[in-house]
């Protein structure tokens, strides 16, 4: 299996209109490959420009935000890059594309990485947080899952969210319980549709 970082992307249109989107970039030697599903902005943007920046933050809120139409985070412009970074970004790398594996479903882009930074200290690991972050990637697939296996694995992150949570991880938490409360009640009423 290939080591998989969960960032937080940032790409740019060719008019500078930025796209903030959470995506697990894939390591790959020396490069990170970046697989965005077609159709999405982030796709677009990277075509267009060959350029995204990849954000690591442990800030839960704007994995669980992305995922619940909350995209609006401050950001940062960094020097010779069309591209800005977080603002809440612990670290970034500038991505360059390389070569691309067209596909109809993920198109995959080899990236170097033509500049990094350090901007905030990791102050360590937090079980709230990895729950927020395992439940928004749980969100990003709820059409792919039955309801019994989301409702299994919501139990079982609530635990630590209850146990560790602090107030931003509770908020991350509960916006990303209402996306999951809607999808239920939507399975629900069509299996009760005659």
């Not at 249109?13 to 490069?31: K, M, N, T, Y």
């Not at 890059?81 to 970004?89: D, F, G, S, T, Y």
């Not at 949570?165 to 509770?170: D, V």
Request: charged share 25%.
């Amino acid at each position: 299996m290939p080591y998989i970082s969960e960032t937080i992307l940032t790409s740019a249109s060719p008019d500078g209109a930025v796209h903030i989107a959470p995506l697990g970039i894939i390591a790959e030697g020396e490069h990170w490959i970046v697989a965005p599903f077609h159709p999405s902005r982030t796709l677009a943007n990277i075509r267009a420009t060959g350029t995204v920046v990849a954000n690591y933050t442990d800030e839960a809120k704007i994995f669980a935000g992305c995922l619940t139409g909350r995209r609006d985070w401050p950001l940062t412009a960094l020097e010779n890059c069309p591209v800005p970074r977080l603002e809440a970004a612990l670290a970034h790398d500038v991505l360059e594309v390389v070569d691309v594996k067209d596909d109809p479903v993920r198109p995959r882009f080899r990236c170097r990485v033509a500049a990094s930074g350090q901007h905030r200290p990791f102050t360590g690991m937090n079980r709230a947080k990895a729950a927020v972050l395992e439940a928004a990637i749980l969100v990003s697939r709820l059409s792919m899952l039955a309801p019994e296996k989301i409702e299994d694995e919501i139990a079982y992150l609530k635990i630590a969210i209850d146990k560790t949570a602090g107030p931003e991880e509770e908020q991350a938490w509960y916006w990303l319980l209402e996306k999951v409360i809607a999808h239920l009640a939507s399975v629900e009423d069509q299996r009760a549709a005659p």
